[in-house]
C-alpha cells in the first residue's frame, strides 16, 4: 500500500502506514506505553491489515494506530457473531498530545473499519487511564467488561466497544 492521506487535523497529516514507518511507530510505542511489542508483529498487522494501520505526522511519526479485523461472537448484541475491528494499540507523543490527534487516528480507522463491513469495534485500556477512557466514551465506547491481571504488571483492564 502506497502512502495515502486519510484525513488532516491542524498541521498534522493522518496517512497509512507504510514498511518505512515502523521504526517510527515502534519509537512512538516504546515513549508513550508500558505495552511492547515485537519488530515482527508491527510488520505482521501491517501486511494483513493495511487499511487499519495509520500513523499521524508533522514533519515525523507523532502517533498511530495499529488495528485488525476479527469474527467473533458480538460484544455489543447477547447473541451473534460479529466482523469486528480491534484496536490493539494507539498512541500519540506527549507533547503532541490535545490537539486531537488521537480522536481523529480513531475515526479514520472507524471509517475504515466500516468500509471492510465491520459491525463493531473494541479496545482494551488501562483501568487507570483516564485520559484515555475520556475519550474513548465521548466517541460512543461503552465499559463490557473487566478483564482482571490483564498487563504484564497484573493491571487490570477494561474491555470497551461500540457499534459501527
Known sequence: MQKSIVGKIGDYTIRNCVS?????????????????????????????????????????????IMCRIEHGLSLMRRFGLAKKGHIISIATVEQH?????????????????????????????????????RLYKKLGFQITGTLQGYYKDGEAAYLMAMQL
Open 20 to 64: 518505512e514507518d515502523i521504526p517510527g511507530v515502534i519509537k512512538v510505542n516504546m515513549a508513550t506505553l508500558p505495552e511492547h511489542y515485537s519488530d515482527y508483529f508491527y510488520y505482521e498487522i501491517l501486511n494483513e491489515f493495511p487499511r487499519t494501520f495509520l500513523v499521524a505526522e508533522m514533519g515525523e511519526t507523532v502517533g498511530y
Open 97 to 133: 498530545r490535545g490537539k486531537g490527534i488521537g480522536t481523529m487516528l480513531l475515526q479514520c480507522a472507524m471509517d475504515e473499519m466500516r468500509k471492510d463491513g465491520c459491525k463493531e469495534t473494541f479496545l482494551e485500556v488501562r483501568t487507570t487511564n483516564e485520559e484515555a477512557i
